[in-house]
């Protein structure tokens, strides 16, 4: 991902999409470049306009459907007192109910 991300930075910011460009970058950002993957970054990368590929990137995002939607508030004949319900059992927990785990976090 850092290397396709290396790449959108080079091409956003006018250089031409290259081995030389991505390395460059990722070295600004203190990352050790894979030569492996750079290459094939480059390759996938090579002859297509960037920003027709995240315009098509962005139009297949669109058709995936993203978790449930929460229902309408007032919708339908519900009754008031059974909206009220849920809220009603939600109860806090303490930090002691965390410790019933048998392991600590930094242990």
Known sequence: MRYVAAALLAALGGAEVNAKSIEKILKA???DADA??????????????VEELIAEGKEKLSSVPAGGA????????ADPAAA????????????????????????
Do not use: T, Y
């Open 84 to 107: 009220e319900a849920p809220k009603a059992e939600v109860k806090e927990e303490s930090e002691e109910e965390d410790d019933d785990m048998g392991f600590g976090l930094f242990d």
């Open 36 to 49: 492996d993957e750079v290459s094939k970054v480059v390759s996938e990368l090579a002859g297509k306009n």
């Open 29 to 31: 950002a203190g990352v």
């Open 70 to 77: 929460a229902p309408a508030a007032g919708a339908g004949g």
